[in-house]
């Protein structure tokens, strides 16, 4: 089946411990995009990637960092530097130039213990 | 930078009735799409919208795309109890490679049996 696949689902951070998130698509979409997401705050983008090997700051990077090294693949690093990792997770891709339509994953759900 | 306005952020219903949310803008989107995200899941895509005054639907659902361009409409009839969980609307100005999609804070809906 073709779709985007998070790993893992439920994930726990400790104190200065760096976790990183998996993000694998199959669709053969160009862009892929990371969401957090907090109650009542809706869907903010930490960082997106239009093309293999480039990537972009959203409006809430610091603290994350990702790479593009795969069309199929855009890990998000959640460093030490954020102290408020605790938050719903949520990867999406879409096709460069099309419909503008994202399409996203099940979510990771990251808890600090 | 462009926001999308929703609310209420909360909304209750009885099962049967119908219920209508809508997004606002103060910028000219040229796609808007409406989304529900189910607990715990990413959401997923309900209907697209690519042109002003379009009128779109997807079983119980019927969505519009202003005539403004500057806000959008989802109906849902007949509710039931799967109906439950947050719609989001989404918009694209579709103005360059680097614009990309907004989303509105979500409206959560919780329908009484």
């Known amino acids: 089946d073709g779709g985007i696949t998070q790993s893992p689902k439920y994930l726990f951070r400790k104190e200065g411990q760096n976790v990183t998130l998996s993000c694998e698509q199959n669709?053969?979409?160009?862009?892929m995009y990371w969401y957090r997401q907090d109650p009542g705050q809706g869907l903010r983008l930490i960082y997106y990637s239009q093309i293999v090997n480039d990537f972009q700051k959203g409006d809430i990077a610091e603290g994350y960092s990702v790479s593009r090294e795969k069309k199929e693949s855009f890990p998000l690093t959640v460093t030490s530097a954020q102290k408020n990792p605790t938050a719903f997770y949520l990867c999406?891709?879409?096709?460069?130039?099309?419909?503008?339509?994202?399409?996203f994953g099940a979510g990771t759900r990251l808890s600090v213990l | 930078g462009q926001q999308l306005n929703q609310s209420p952020q909360s909304m209750f219903i009885q099962e049967g009735e119908d219920v209508s949310m809508n997004c606002t803008s103060s910028s000219i989107f040229n796609t808007w799409l409406w989304y529900k995200q189910d607990p715990g899941e990413g959401p997923v895509l309900l209907i697209a919208?690519?042109?002003?005054?379009e009128l779109t639907s997807n079983g119980r659902l019927t969505a519009q795309f202003g005539i403004t361009r500057k806000d959008s409409f989802l109906n849902i009839s007949a509710s039931i109890p799967s109906d439950v969980g947050i719609y989001f609307c989404a918009g694209h100005p579709n103005t360059g490679a680097n614009s990309k999609l907004t989303f509105g804070k979500g409206i959560t809906l919780s329908v009484r049996p």
């Open positions: 919208l690519y042109k002003a005054g």
């Open positions: 999406a891709s879409s096709i460069e130039g099309g419909s503008n339509i994202q399409y």
């Open positions: 669709l053969n979409h160009d862009a």
